[in-house]
């Protein structure tokens, strides 16, 4: 595995250079991505590796493109794309090959057409499976849209019955606007929904009502959620929560009590960013703490070339309650790249999980765009 690794790679590096070279002269483009994560204890060791390469060609409007990726399992991906202008529209298609399994994954074809304010996309797709078709229709206009969804066949088999239809649209009516949804499937009506957010109250200027009318075959019900907002101050946000009972029909809505459930503030220094976020909660974690298991975190990360110039780089402390090191920090995240050239970048990142020392990672990344 290891030996046939290192050819596939230096087939994938030898490539990048020929088409890099030519890309002076012809029009070439692409990207080249190689990441190696490594762990260091207790034996320092390859953990898992990636490499893809994308190259595409473009002449007389027309686009071919490739996409490879070989991992530390072997070639896992090879992805063939092509697209051209149609009239007033565009045609494109995309092959996706499984090398492992040596199978087709997908095979799609896709249009689409502009009339005026309306555009029309039908996609045909072609899987192991089956068969599936897609239509997409969209009309924009203003405040006011409509984005029309009908799928025929299911992927499992070659027909083309139908198997769902669905209307996205927005209108504003009075002092909000208005959101709503219809769907339609092999069953029959399914629900219609109409959705205003922050509608205000005149005389509670801190309190706003978002409100949800849904019918189905059996029953209409109308939702009523309220958000606060007391806080005006741009670099600081507050988390809260509101216990409420009712808001549902026929229940009235009672707004019992507002919980503060975190702080955050995030502000823009010389060219880095400061951002710092505390959040004790039961609901979703904001920010920083999105889908982590910690309750708050510090990060200071660069901008652009205003701070550093071709070198950027982000440092972030993660604190976890009851945590064993010193106030209560449990893990430290650290990348850092540099632009080497306009089509090199070289980067580098380790995490480091003081609670579990086994678990700490360090990821060598290039990146050849041209």
């Known amino acids: 595995m290891g030996g046939r690794l290192k050819r596939l790679c230096a087939v994938g590096f030898a490539l990048v250079l020929g088409i890099a070279a030519a890309g002076s002269a012809q029009p070439f483009g692409g990207t080249w991505n190689t990441t190696v994560s490594v762990t260091p204890s207790p034996l320092p060791a390859i953990s898992s590796f990636s490499t893809e390469l994308i190259a595409t060609y473009s002449v007389s409007g027309w686009a071919f493109s490739s996409d490879t990726t070989i991992t530390d399992r072997g070639w896992s991906k090879e992805a063939l794309a092509v697209s051209a202008p149609l009239g007033a529209g565009a045609v494109g298609s995309c092959l996706t090959l499984d090398p492992t399994t040596r199978t087709l994954n997908s095979l799609s074809v896709t249009t689409g057409l502009e009339i005026g304010d ?32 009908t799928t025929l066949g299911d992927g499992q088999g070659c027909d083309f019955v139908f198997n769902s239809f669905r209307i996205d649209f927005g209108f504003p009516l009075c002092c909000f606007s208005v959101q709503g949804s219809t769907a339609f499937t092999c069953s029959g009506f399914q629900y219609a929904t109409f959705e205003a957010d922050d509608i205000a109250i005149s005389n509670l200027p801190w309190v706003s009502l978002n409100a949800v009318v849904r019918f189905t075959e059996k029953e209409k019900t109308l939702t009523l959620t309220p958000t606060f907002s007391f806080l005006s101050a741009s670099c600081i946000n507050v988390y809260m929560s509101q216990v409420t009972s009712g808001g549902t029909s026929p229940l009235a809505l009672s707004l019992q009590a507002v919980e503060l459930d975190g702080i955050g503030i995030q502000c823009t220094v010389g060219g880095a960013q400061l951002t710092a976020v505390s959040y004790w909660g039961a609901g979703t974690k904001p920010s920083l703490l999105a889908g982590t298991r910690y309750w708050e975190a510090c990060q200071i990360k660069t901008t652009g070339a205003a701070c550093c110039g071709a070198f950027s780089f982000d440092m ?29 970048t070289v980067s580098t990142g380790m995490t480091i999980d003081l609670d579990v020392p086994t678990a700490t990672n360090w990821k060598i990344g290039l990146l050849v765009d041209w």
Do not use: H, M
């Open 316 to 344: 972030t402390a993660y604190f976890l309650a009851g945590g064993r090191e010193l106030f209560d920090v449990s893990k430290l995240a650290a990348n850092v790249s540099l632009q080497a050239a306009p089509e090199l």
């Open 118 to 149: 309306i555009t029309v996309n039908p996609s045909f797709n072609l899987y192991s499976t089956g068969t599936q078709l897609r239509i997409f229709a969209s009309w924009d206009v203003g405040a006011s849209y409509a984005f029309v969804y």
